[in-house]
């Protein structure tokens, strides 16, 4: 249960800020900081099984049937990530108190930001590949919400939909990879994917599992050719700038690589693409960023090269590779947050990140100038910090490849260039920032941040050389731990001492600070020669790419979207014709072996109202009234059939439905023109609408034939075994609304009461002409409500919802429920505001209506939740029968509590709707509210 707490607590943690923010700045980082603060010491506290070797694992039943579990596994390489997400994250939490200006709101930004720890939390610990995907886009739209933060600057928007574009398609193409696997394998279980290396690698869909697996993967960590959203991104705050780029976001890419590499490695196909994309982005990430003048620029490219440099250490497939990946991983993290840290405290206190103007900081801040180089160095491999083992490790694995024969020594000469480049944009950094005389044009004289703003940067670079110095004391066990879990096997013989003696890899680290050095000090060649080539602006192609995209769906949607109902109708009819009669040309003969039921006089005089009021309608379809008559004799006549074929429970809905839909109407009527003129239409149109309702009918009318002259065996014979065993009930219908299916009834309803609020939003300050007269110039009646109508109205008000209270209290055995009880109580009620007004129904009845569509939707989540506290699936029912003396033996089942809340959800949507519309019929209309007086 410990590892269901953990995203758990940081979840919560998104309300923390928001309650705490008036309080002060103080308060909020301390309410924000508790939740993670909490989850961290939950992890401290597995970590000792987790580093001994155990997984720990924790799983919940949802819909099994369907491969969903609530399900968290903890393994070394889940604890690496957690230990990286909370720590840093907690840091970044400090850090962004100093950073943001009073002007940004504080509780909204660490909302953010929890709710994306929530979602990287959620990635590493999933057990289950759908619930991974699911956490996986969260990361994609809780990043948006960051990246667009100071939503005031266009630079911030594109860059947040950017980043969202590439990373949530990228997020469909591994839904369809876990879909694969998952269907290959037998189950989404990511404990039983880890074990079926052999049976995915042997599959004949590997190939594709592969190309939509590394499209996911490279996209959300900046891999070439995905790679220009992320220096885009940089127009977030500085401290989303840190996270994202050292511990969350841009890391579960690679983290996604390394927990599915013992199951999809070990294939030249891997090897080919995985090692030749981290190569290229390596290369292209680090010799970009020896040209960007922006401090962040720079750091963002450097970020997309050590992507790189870990892609390309998983793509080189050999054990002591993946434990250098892992290794590069940590220290990654560490000296890039550290970095964008200190570049953010720079631009903080000298109002610049230009390059060009920040010159010889070091006069001004040299506490904050010791620690960004310190970093900066150990972002070069500089021997006695972090990253130069990780670095001396990738070299020593470049070496030993030998897959591409006579051509295999490019590898390492190429690693020793992106080494090289390294070498030149840390020394940039360094010394275009630090040193280089003063500084040019800045906005105010720089200064050291306040003393808390450094104490996350001090934290890190305390690490960068702890790690450097004694790494086999700092993270030997952590690294064991978390290669394990990638390897899934022995780990080879490897140490992480910091000297090795003289070596080829050594050499190499060598050749690269020297020759990172000289292209530093000739960089004026370089720069020279990169300012022949234009500048490509990836946000300019991607905002020009959307634009024609957009132009094109124009386009195509002026061909499609006539503007014309009857086209629309006609397009959807023909396909429905086709799909249906289609499969009718394979049948040699549409009777069954069934005899036909007999034809007799209520039969026929039904079936004669139902044509007598389809032709009239069509007909007379320009005489509103006339046609809304007929249309609601038609509506009868299938709730009469529904009842004359045994199915009361339809009959009582339909007959419910339609005197609510004739209120609806005749509401919506009054406000369209008083007369439709009406049109002549042409014999070839008459011939063709006359042609396809022909083809229709035919087609339906065979369909209805064959299914009713066919024996038919369905599911309904298991409903009405155990409605009343399994469901406590004897009305089957109801027992499935609320019982079996009662998941689809909770998502109907709160796709009711969304749709209530849409429309209750869209009349909200509508203003309507109201017309004085009819069609043919009478004036209106000056009595709105007659006396006649709201005595009667009154009168039958008691009676109404007495029958819905009997409709409801009778539901669960004999027609009736919830939904059609609520439909009677809402025109009981709608009939109220017809017959006496607004203003005499909102001195009666000031009752939101928005609260009780709440009301009904908390009832109705509740009792599904409720059975979780009995370890019961989701919405599993109770019932049992008691006995009272004087009233006898009596039910009570939980499912009357879903029923209420379907009740109250029904009344409140369909209130919400038809007052808020009948309210735009008065002269001087209040702007519309949630209360009854709508």
């Not at 393994?75 to 720590?87: K, R």
């Not at 004694?470 to 064991?480: I, Q, W, Y």
């Not at 500048?535 to 124009?554: M, P, Y």
């Not at 017959?835 to 009780?852: I, S």
């Amino acid at each position: 249960m410990e590892l269901f707490w953990i995203p758990l607590l940081t979840a919560l943690g998104t309300l923390m800020p928001l309650m705490a923010y008036r309080y002060g700045r103080r308060v909020t980082l301390a309410a924000t900081a508790l939740m993670p603060a909490a989850a961290l010491a939950l992890v401290l506290t597995l970590l000792p099984d987790v580093l001994n070797g155990a997984v720990l694992r924790w799983s919940h039943g949802w819909i099994e049937q369907a491969g969903l579990t609530l399900a968290f596994r903890l393994d070394g390489l889940g604890l690496l990530f957690s230990l990286l997400i909370l720590g840093i994250g907690l840091l970044v939490i400090l850090y962004a108190r100093y950073y943001l200006s009073d002007k940004d709101h504080m509780g909204r930004f660490y909302a953010f930001l929890m709710l994306f720890m929530t979602a990287m939390l959620g990635v590493v610990l999933s057990d289950n590949l759908l619930q991974l995907w699911f956490f996986w886009e969260l990361t994609s739209v809780s990043s948006f919400l960051l990246i667009s933060f100071w939503w005031h600057k266009t630079e911030a928007r594109k860059g947040a939909r950017m980043a969202l574009a590439v990373t949530g398609a990228g997020g469909l193409a591994l839904l369809g990879a876990f879909i694969l696997i998952g269907d290959t394998v037998g189950t989404y279980s990511l404990d039983v994917v880890l074990n079926s290396g052999d049976l995915l690698r042997h599959s004949a869909v590997y190939p594709v599992i592969i190309a939509l697996f590394l499209l996911g993967a490279f996209t959300k960590s900046a891999q070439f050719p995905f790679h220009f959203w992320l220096p885009h991104a940089m127009a977030a705050p500085t401290p989303v700038s840190s996270y994202l780029h050292s511990a969350t976001m841009v890391k579960a890419g690679v983290f996604l690589l390394a927990r599915f590499y013992p199951v999809l490695s070990g294939t030249d196909l891997w090897f080919a693409v995985v090692s030749l994309v981290g190569l290229t982005t390596l290369l292209v990430g680090a010799y970009t960023a020896l040209f960007k003048h922006d401090l962040k620029g720079l750091l963002a490219y450097s970020t997309i090269s050590h992507l790189g440099l870990i892609t390309l250490l998983f793509g080189l497939d050999t054990r002591m590779a993946a434990i250098a990946a892992v290794f590069h991983i940590i220290n990654h993290a560490v000296f890039k947050a550290s970095l964008f840290m200190a570049a953010g405290i720079i631009d903080h206190e000298a109002g610049s990140r230009d390059m060009r103007q920040l010159n010889g900081l070091w006069k001004y801040m040299p506490y904050t100038a010791t620690l960004a180089m310190v970093a900066a160095a150990s972002m070069a491999g500089v021997p006695l910090l972090n990253g130069f083992l990780s670095k001396e490790m990738l070299f020593t694995e470049t070496l030993h490849q030998v897959t591409l024969g006579s051509m295999s020594w490019l590898i390492p000469v190429l690693a020793t260039l992106g080494g090289a480049l390294a070498v030149a944009y840390s020394l940039r950094f360094i010394h275009d920032v630090f040193f280089n005389g003063e500084p040019i044009g800045l906005p105010r004289t720089p200064h050291e941040p306040p003393r808390y703003m450094r104490v996350p940067v001090e934290v890190l670079v305390v690490l960068c050389l702890l790690v450097g110095i004694v790494p086999e004391f700092a993270v030997g066990d952590l690294l064991n731990a978390a290669a394990s879990a990638v390897i899934q096997a022995p780990l080879p013989e490897f140490s992480l001492a910091v000297w090795h003696g003289f070596n080829i890899p050594l050499l190499m680290s060598l050749l690269a600070v020297v020759g990172g050095s000289l292209l530093y000090v000739n960089r004026r060649f370089l720069f020279e020669f990169q300012g022949q080539f234009a500048d490509i602006d990836a946000k300019n192609e991607f905002e020009r790419s959307v634009q024609w995209l957009v132009g094109k769906a124009t386009r195509l949607q002026s061909v499609i979207d006539s503007g014309r109902l009857q086209s629309y109708t006609t397009w959807l009819v023909l396909a429905a014709l086709v799909a249906a009669g289609w499969p009718l040309l394979n049948m040699a003969n549409a009777r069954g072996s069934l005899g036909v039921q007999p034809v007799d006089l209520p039969v026929l005089a039904g079936a004669a109202l139902l044509l007598i009021g389809t032709f009239t309608t069509v007909i007379f379809s320009h005489l509103r009234l006339l046609a809304l008559v007929m249309v609601s004799i038609v509506g009868l006549v299938v709730a009469i059939a529904f009842a004359w074929f045994s199915a009361p429970d339809l009959a009582l809905t339909q007959l419910s439905v339609e005197v609510a839909t004739i209120i609806l109407f005749m509401l919506a009527l009054y406000f369209l023109p008083q007369q439709t003129p009406l049109k002549e239409s042409s014999a070839r149109r008459i011939v063709r609408d006359l042609g396809i309702a022909a083809a229709v009918g035919g087609v339906v009318g065979t369909l209805c034939y064959a299914m009713l002259t066919r024996p038919l065996s369905s599911i309904s014979d298991f409903f009405v075994a155990n409605s009343k065993t399994g469901g406590g009930g004897t009305n089957v219908v109801n027992v499935i609304l609320v019982d079996f299916r009662g998941f689809d009834t909770l998502g109907e309803i709160t796709v009711l009461g969304i749709a209530a609020l849409g429309i209750y939003k869209l009349l909200a300050g509508m203003r309507l002409y109201v017309p004085a007269a009819d069609a043919d110039g009478r004036p209106w009646a000056l009595d709105k409500n007659p006396m006649m109508l709201a005595v009667i109205s009154q009168s039958l008000l008691p009676l109404a919802l007495l029958v819905s209270a009997y409709i409801f209290l009778r539901g669960h055995n004999l027609p009736g429920g919830g939904f059609i009880a609520g439909l009677i109580t809402a025109i009981a009620l709608i009939q109220q505001y017809v017959a006496h007004g607004v203003e005499w129904m909102k001195a009666r009845l000031n009752f939101p209506y928005h609260a009780m569509i709440a009301i009904g939707l908390t009832l109705a989540l509740g009792t599904g939740l409720a059975s979780w506290l009995f370890g019961l699936p989701f919405l599993t029912t109770w019932f049992d029968h008691f006995h009272l003396p004087w009233v006898g033996e009596f039910e009570l089942a939980s499912a009357m509590v879903f029923d209420l809340g379907v009740y109250f959800t029904v009344i409140g949507a369909t209130l919400l709707i038809l007052a808020n519309l009948g309210q735009l019929t008065t002269s001087e209309r209040p702007r519309p509210d949630n209360r009854g007086d709508n």
